[in-house]
């Protein structure tokens, strides 16, 4: 038969933690000896070896009773010169950290504080990831719905593009280069159209008739820009409307398209190591002197006051003064203000 004390024992697992106390396995002050734990593992943690297992450790959000085990597992290696004949450290991290497991271990505190844990995940943590779990899933969906409606849209501009490259007879390799290697072949597809006009007499000739017809006898010749690539070809405007050959024509100079140049290729040179050199006085050739006495406003006052002795006018006694009058003088013309 097998051995009762090795039994499963099905237990609520909102239940969990009353359980423990309740069998008395953990005390009923388990809650003041957990902080009395976290406050020695607040301070233990401040000296502690270069270990990168340990800085994992530490990592995590909370640190419980396994930890610290694990802990002392690694200062067993560390701490191994510190071990006297008897058996024991004098480091002083190993007697914190040996002191932190005793306290744990002590009336089954780490059980109290791990079926606390243990029931706080089962009950949000893990109810709390799986809402975001869905929500997740559910945004990758719609992402991946949006991926497949752009990588369709994105087919069909690329449809177009290449549509309307093909209208205007380039690759679309580079389509700046393309559209200015098309406008070399212009003045040669103007020259073959020049030369098609001749034989449009006929045409012009019958439009001509019929507009006479229409408009009763009217003496206006038609289409007269055809008339003159009819008989002239492929000429300057200068020609068509003053009808003399310009001595010279001067063409646009066609430029090459630049390559793109990449952001790394920059050279930016020693911007801001040299200190750019001022001028203290800056000399613009120009007297203020010499320019007030050059300057003619064109303006003159003429009093027609004769001189009373006096040095001005008294303003109080307007019969007494005379009119004074302001010629000013501006391209040619006279404005006689008059001023009382």
Known sequence: MQDHQNLPIDIQTSKLLDWLVDRRHCSLKWQGQVRTVREKIAVAIQDMPENEEI?????????????????????????????????????????????????????????????????????????SLKKQIGKCQQLQQEYSRKEEEYQLAATEMRERFYSSC???????????????????????????????????????????????????????????LLRHMQIRGNTTIYEWRRGVKPTVVERPEMEEAKESIEPEAIDWGDFGAESVSVPETVDYGISVEEASEEIDWGISLESNAQENGTTGLDEGDRSAADTAQIVVLDAGSEVNAACR
């Open 55 to 127: 800085k994992r450790l530490l990592a995590g959000s909370y640190i419980h009773y396994f930890h610290c085990l694990r802990i002392v597992e690694i200062l067993k290696g560390t701490e191994a010169s510190t071990k006297n004949i008897f058996g024991r450290y004098s480091s002083q991290r190993m007697k914190d950290w040996q002191e932190i497991v005793s306290l744990y271990e002590k009336d089954n505190t780490y059980l109290a504080e791990l079926a606390s844990l243990f029931v706080r995940n089962i009950s949000y943590e893990i109810p």
């Open 166 to 224: 093909k209208q205007y007879g380039i690759t679309g390799d580079d389509v700046r280069r393309e559209l200015l290697a098309l406008v070399k072949d212009l003045p040669s597809q103007l020259d073959e159209i020049g030369a098609g006009a001749e034989g449009l007499s006929e045409a012009i000739d019958l439009y001509q008739a019929c507009v006479q017809f229409v408009c009763e006898s009217s003496t206006d010749q038609v289409v007269p």
